[in-house]
């Protein structure tokens, strides 16, 4: 079945770099999203993308849809202590039900002050 | 605006025994979905509610089910539990019934089968 390749599995990075982060897949979407969650916390939507090539920004946050449509990445500009948590990436083809919706596994981000 | 409610958020069941949790979506919300998240398997879709209606269904045995009220609130049972049904359980609501893959979520109902 379909599935999303998200990397890396963790980083450790210190406050004030920058991270990037992508997910892949060999299914073509024409959408890709990308979720937060905190601990002991339900994920949260940070960003959705709709157009292949389009690149989009939430603030220190920045995601791109793949030209290819197959991956997306996330980068996050001059990481703060509370960006801390676990990343996903979903991707579908939208319409129709839910159900269609996929995610990666996650990328889980520690953030040393 | 209040947010998804799940309760409860903590319970410990043993096998053999069967669970009901609820979700409350955001007012206006119409599409309701469950997610079961385990270390393993990540977020797993086990269905889709929409107007009282399941609209879909993930890969999970009968065991699970679900039904959507009048007033959209939600609720999924899994009869004759197993260890491995111990995940976090979570809701999300949407507010249309084309899915744009934009779900919020609530906190999530933590199960633990012993």
């Known amino acids: 079945g379909q599935q999303l390749n998200q990397s890396p599995q963790s980083m450790f990075i210190q406050e004030g770099e920058d991270v990037s982060m992508n997910c892949t897949s060999s299914?073509?979407?024409?959408?890709w999203l990308w979720y937060k969650q905190d601990p002991g916390e339900g994920p949260v939507l940070l960003i959705a993308?709709?157009?292949?090539?389009e690149l989009t920004s939430n603030g220190r946050l920045t995601a791109q849809f793949g030209i290819t449509r197959k991956d997306s990445f996330l980068n996050i500009s001059a990481s703060i202590p509370s960006d801390v948590g676990i990343y996903f990436c979903a991707a579908q083809n939208y319409g129709g039900s839910q159900g269609n919706l996929i995610f990666g596994k996650g990328t889980k981000l520690s953030v040393k002050p | 605006k209040a947010g998804v409610t799940q309760t409860p958020r903590y319970l410990i069941k043993t096998r053999g025994q069967q669970v009901t949790l609820s979700c409350s979506p955001i007012?206006?919300?119409?599409?309701v979905s469950w997610y079961q998240q385990t270390p393993g398997q990540g977020l797993q879709f086990l269905f889709e509610?929409?107007?009282?209606?399941?609209?879909n269904k993930g890969n999970f045995p009968g065991r699970f089910s679900g039904r959507q009220f009048s007033n959209s609130r939600s609720e999924m049972n899994v009869s004759t539990l197993e260890l491995g049904d111990s995940a976090l359980y979570l809701c999300a609501s949407s507010p249309s019934g084309m899915n744009t893959g934009e779900l919020f979520f609530g906190e999530g109902s933590r199960l633990t089968v012993l």
């Open positions: 007012s206006g919300h119409r599409s």
């Open positions: 509610y929409f107007s009282e209606t399941q609209r």
């Open positions: 993308l709709y157009k292949a090539g």
């Open positions: 299914s073509i979407f024409n959408t």
